[in-house]
Nanobody
């Protein structure tokens, strides 16, 4: 079965950094656009970043552009999100997602598979 497993979340002070990882299995990883989404309590799940199958193209929400960097290692079936200059507004559960055929990669409805999420908490 397809499985996406996030790791690397935790508690960090504002201005600090974290690196999230997403390990994929049960799918041909290199054929999928991969994305990160996040969801805070009482809010809709929102797009954070996405990366094309080859890693040659990346996309970011305006709220994280310049602070977060998405990357992937197809040989390891793993995607990463480096988060720098973290703000309290970044506090959320962060989800890894895989999209095979969707055309709108910023929409959560386009993704085929999801991980269970990892909590990121940024304190003031």
């Amino acid at each position: 079965q397809v499985q996406l497993v996030e790791s690397g979340g935790g508690l960090v002070q504002a201005g600090g950094s974290l690196r999230l990882s997403c390990a994929a299995s049960g799918l041909t990883f290199r054929r999928y656009t991969m994305g990160w989404f996040r969801q805070a309590p009482g809010k809709e799940r929102e797009f954070v970043a996405a990366i094309s199958w080859s890693g040659s193209s990346t996309f970011y929400a305006d709220s994280v552009k310049g602070r977060f960097t998405i990357s992937r290692d197809n040989a390891k079936n793993t995607m990463y999100l480096q988060m720098n200059s973290l703000k309290p507004e970044d506090t959320a559960v962060y989800y890894c997602a895989a999209d095979r055929f969707g055309v709108d990669f910023v929409s959560k409805d386009e993704y085929d598979y999801w991980g269970q999420g990892t909590q990121v908490t940024v304190s003031s």
